[in-house]
């Protein structure tokens, strides 16, 4: 597998398919700002945002060069600098339950102009990364979407859901554990010196995250235009256990809507301990004068509620999709986590573009461990003896990623026709070898 993913050319099938309608496919010089600037531009217009300012393109710029950054040029037109579409890619490292850690094909900044839609651009660069992506070993694909109706027909299904969570500052009272250690005001950079190493140690603890990358927290701490409104507004803070080791980070800004409705929005949250998870919420909500605080792209299952007299404080809006698993070689993939229970079941594979078609047997040991081996590449080629003795699931690969971070539980897609499986039993089966420690959450968009 290849660890950078800027060197490996576009797909021939998306090229060719791409000049037969007179577009021209390719990466962009991630080193070359005048390049990659057009390209942001165009990633931006895609988005509906408006013009980026020569300081946001100077931090992309700095910050996104590692990613592999394609674009579809089209000659014909007058800014023919500027792609009609972008897609950009990396090789992320995506907590999986064990926890583990697994390699996935992060997806992002997919646009196309809106002079250029429906004309199948967008379907030959999906299909083209994901060539890509397999043809470099990388186990599955991942993303987040804009639109719950875009990335099925790939192979893609949800595969976490966030809920954005408001406190009622004034029903709160603090019932929970009593933090071991110390909340203190640092000043956003001193903060953005210590978040990567502390982020690092708690995307690890959850399936779903993904590593980070610094622009990301530039963006969180108003690192970015410091001097703008929004970046002088941003106050941050640090969270150190009681032997004084930096345990978490929060960034936050007070919202006036009126004087007597002042809501804390929190752009960052980061806790590495149940211990820190705690110190920081308290913090939070001892703000005075502050009616509400708001925190969006929450876990569904977040102890919060739990550290509370009243737990209807905490009220969830906004309970959405958010990540989306593509898995490309269910052995890789499937080998990767660590299961619910130990245990024997076969899965037949439908894939419309191929990649993860067939029969694979899944046997679980008793330390959750797996070995996966392929049976047959056709889905329903299991009339052998053992086959026939073998608990067995049906699925399209789409509901295949929908399970794999134990997010949604086998039966509940049954219940939708969406998967099958041979017995009742088959599905209880699934059910306790899929499950998860944690439901699994993602924290950012990407
Ligand atoms: C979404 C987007 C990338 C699609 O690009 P496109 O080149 O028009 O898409 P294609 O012509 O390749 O369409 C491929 C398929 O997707 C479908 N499709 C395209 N856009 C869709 C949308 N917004 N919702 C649902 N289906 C969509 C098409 O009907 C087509 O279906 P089919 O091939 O199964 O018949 C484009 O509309 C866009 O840039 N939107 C704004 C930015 C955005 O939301 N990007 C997604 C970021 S996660």
């Known amino acids: ?41 165009a ?47 990396w090789v992320a490292e995506l907590t999986v339950p064990g926890p583990a850690i697994v390699p996935a094909w992060a997806v992002s900044s997919v646009t196309v102009a809106a002079t250029h839609r429906r004309r199948g651009i967008a379907r030959a660069l ?19 979407a804009s639109e719950a109706t875009i990335y099925g027909r790939y192979g893609y299904a949800p595969a976490t859901t966030v809920a954005t969570l408001e406190v009622d500052r004034r029903r709160v009272t603090w019932a929970g554990l009593t933090p071991t250690g110390r909340v203190h005001f640092v000043e956003p950079a001193s903060a953005r010196s ?25 963006q ?37 809507q009126d004087p007597d409705i002042i809501r804390l929005e ?3 949250f980061t806790a590495t301990t149940d211990d820190a998870y705690a110190g920081l919420w308290k913090f939070l909500l001892e703000h005075d004068l502050v009616t509400s605080i ?12 739990l550290l509370l007299a009243d737990r209807r404080a905490v009220r969830w809006s906004e309970v959405e999709d958010f990540l989306w698993v593509r898995v490309l070689d269910p052995i890789a993939t499937l080998e990767s986590r660590r299961y619910g229970s130990a245990g024997r079941l076969d899965l037949e594979i439908t894939d419309a573009l191929g990649f993860a078609a067939g029969r694979f047997r899944l046997e679980v040991a008793a330390d959750g461990s797996a070995s996966v081996t392929r049976v047959s590449s ?37 219940a939708a026709a969406l998967i099958a499986a041979d017995s009742p039993e088959t599905l209880a089966l699934a059910d306790r070898l899929f499950a998860a420690e944690r439901a699994p959450h993602l924290s950012i968009v990407f």
């Open 220 to 256: 969180h701490f108003g690192l970015i235009a410091p001097d703008s409104d929004r970046g002088r507004s941003i106050r941050t803070a640090r969270y150190d256990d009681a032997d004084g080791t930096a345990q978490g980070v929060v960034a936050f800004r007070l919202v006036e």
């Open 294 to 305: 708001r925190a969006r792209h929450r876990s569904i299952d977040e102890p919060l509620p």
């Open 43 to 89: 990633d931006s217009r895609g988005f509906h945002e408006g013009r980026l300012s020569e300081q946001t393109i100077d931090a992309n710029f700095a910050n996104l060069a590692y990613r592999r950054t394609t674009g579809v040029w089209d000659d014909t037109i007058p800014d023919a600098a500027v792609p009609v579409a972008t897609v950009s890619t």
């Open 1 to 41: 597998m290849t660890a950078d993913a800027r060197l490996l050319p576009v797909d021939s099938e998306s090229t060719a398919a791409l000049a037969a309608t007179g577009l021209r496919y390719g990466l962009v010089d991630t080193t070359d700002r005048t390049a990659f600037a057009a390209w942001d531009q």
């Open 126 to 144: 999906m299909e083209g990364e994901l060539r890509t992506a397999a043809a470099a070993d990388v186990p599955l694909a991942i993303l987040t």
């Open 266 to 268: 929190v752009e960052h």
């Open 194 to 218: 210590i978040v990567e190493e502390i982020s690092a140690r708690a995307v690890r603890r959850i399936p779903g995250e993904i590593d980070r990358w610094g622009g990301r927290f530039d």
């Open 378 to 414: 056709v889905p329903d080629a299991g009339t052998d003896a053992a086959a026939a003795a073998t608990a067995t699931l049906s699925l399209p690969v789409n509901q295949l990623g929908a399970i794999f971070l134990g997010g949604i539980r086998p039966t509940v897609l049954a």
